[in-house]
């Protein structure tokens, strides 16, 4: 009984991780535009973050990894 229930509780918590966020098409080209605006602050954000970690620090490879120019 015991394995059961860890076993659904294994399921429920690892089914949870796997829904993606759902995020609505802009409708508008307002909308459109701030979107690329907020890709483009995302993507410059990762790029600062990746220049300022250390070679030596165990996250630069994830920081890093996308970034164009991104030395590793």
């Known amino acids: 009984m015991s394995r ?5 509780l294994l399921v429920a918590a690892t089914a949870a991780c796997t829904i993606p966020t759902y995020e609505a098409e802009p409708v508008s080209p307002r909308q459109w535009q701030e979107r ?21 620090d ?11 120019g991104a030395s590793q």
Request: hydrophobic share 35%; aromatic share 0%; net charge positive.
């Open 4 to 8: 059961i229930l860890a076993i659904a």
């Open 36 to 56: 690329q605006e907020r890709i483009q602050r995302q993507e410059a954000e990762r790029a600062r973050l990746c220049a300022i970690t250390r070679p030596e």
């Open 58 to 68: 165990p996250r630069k490879e994830q920081l890093c990894r996308g970034v164009s």
